[in-house]
């Protein structure tokens, strides 16, 4: 199974920074990578596909980047709502599989 | 719009038995393989199974391989996951979530809300 690794576990921030998240897979995945954000309580909502990809309606502080093993995802402008945790998922390689997940934190 | 409305959860004792149901709406649910995810309480996401679009194709994760069985019947929109012989750890919120693609891609566009599996004495 590829596994994915995520960093940081946790994060602090404030609102209006800027905040990078990263994933590595454990052996090459190409881009096919997802990132999924989840609010206490709420299923995950799809950010971004295909590792750069926007899903629709996702707002463009959004972005994600990388191929191979090494991917990030970057929020901009972070807002209230932003505060969540967030997963990388890795659709590869049947089982599909999942980071731990970082939780972003208010400072 | 789309929409996954899961059921079915509950409580059951080891060694028994459970069926959770996935209700689809608002797009051609036999156009698109549908996957189950679940989340133990206070830990991260684990796929459990997949089934493609026309029911031909499933896959399990080892952790559940035996004991789960995923189907589907288009003519009711509807997604199933059979849960035999549950233990402890299978002690989780159960998501359905719908691929983009009608083979099993692992690209998932939207998710359901989720239904708890309580397994306990």
Do not use: H
């Not at chain 1, 881009?31 to 989840?38: D, E, K, R, T, V």
């Not at chain 1, 209230?80 to 590869?92: H, L, R």
């Not at chain 2, 059921?7 to 959770?20: A, D, E, F, K």
């Amino acid at each position: 199974d590829i596994q994915m690794t995520q960093s940081p576990s946790s994060v602090s921030a404030s609102v209006g920074d800027r905040v990078t998240i990263t994933c590595r897979a454990s052996q090459g995945i190409g881009n096919y990578l997802a990132w999924f954000q989840q609010k206490p309580g709420k299923a995950p909502k799809s950010l971004i596909y295909a590792a750069s990809s926007l899903q629709s309606g996702v707002p463009p502080k959004f972005s994600g980047s990388g191929s191979g093993t090494d991917f990030t995802l970057t929020i901009s402008s972070l807002q209230p709502e932003d505060f969540a945790t967030y997963y990388c998922q890795q659709y590869n390689n049947y089982p599909l599989t999942f980071g731990q997940g970082t939780k972003l934190e208010i400072k | 719009e789309v929409q996954l409305l899961e059921s079915g959860g509950g409580l059951v004792q080891p060694g028994g038995s459970l069926r959770l149901s996935c209700a689809a709406s608002g797009f051609p649910f036999s156009s698109y393989a549908m996957s189950w995810v679940r989340q133990a309480p206070g830990k991260g996401l684990e796929w459990v199974s997949a089934m493609t679009s026309s029911g031909g194709s499933t896959y399990y994760a080892d952790s559940v391989k035996g004991r789960f069985t995923i189907s589907r019947d288009n003519s009711k929109n509807t997604l199933y996951l059979q849960m035999n012989s549950l233990r402890a750890e299978d002690t989780a919120l159960y998501y359905c979530a719908k691929d983009t693609r009608g083979g099993f891609f692992g690209e998932t566009d939207y998710w359901g809300q989720g239904t708890l599996v309580t397994v306990s004495s």
